[in-house]
């Protein structure tokens, strides 16, 4: 199954939670973060504006992403985890 996002939502792949701290202390699952940052998987075709024209997407497929920390809708596919997030609740592109 593939994902195709609507409009101005992109579709991010979660990067995995650290196992451990800096120090090495081992984490469970509960104490784990959820991660703010992941790959854009896929992209909508942008915002439909008041002209009928789409605006166009800043972020493409393969872009590492960082997002806030509640937004978005987590969803699973093929047993793979996923964050559907509207573009604005990116807060910027990971480069280097």
Same mark, same amino acid.
């Not at 609507?6 to 991010?12: E, I």
């Not at 497929?61 to 990116?90: A, C, H, T």
């Given at each position: 199954?593939?994902?195709?996002?609507?409009?101005?939502? /992109? $579709?991010?792949?979660?990067?995995?939670?650290?196992?451990?701290?800096? *120090?090495?202390?081992?984490?469970?699952?509960? @104490? &784990?973060?959820?991660?703010?940052?992941? /790959? $854009?998987?896929?992209?909508?075709?942008?915002?439909?504006?008041?002209? *009928?024209?789409?605006?166009?997407?800043?972020? @493409? &497929?393969?872009?590492?992403?960082?997002?806030?920390?509640?937004?978005?809708?987590?969803?699973?596919?093929?047993?793979?985890?996923?964050?559907?997030?509207?573009?604005?609740?990116?807060?910027?592109?990971?480069?280097?």
């Amino acid at each position: 199954m593939k994902l195709k996002p609507l409009d101005n939502r /992109v $579709v991010v792949e979660q990067v995995e939670a650290e196992e451990k701290t800096k *120090g090495g202390i081992f984490l469970p699952d509960a @104490a &784990k973060e959820k991660p703010q940052i992941g /790959v $854009v998987i896929a992209a909508g075709p942008g915002k439909l504006l008041d002209d *009928g024209k789409r605006g166009a997407m800043s972020v @493409a &497929k393969g872009d590492k992403v960082i997002y806030g920390k509640y937004m978005g809708n987590d969803v699973e596919v093929d047993g793979k985890k996923y964050v559907i997030l509207r573009e604005s609740d990116l807060l910027g592109i990971v480069q280097g």
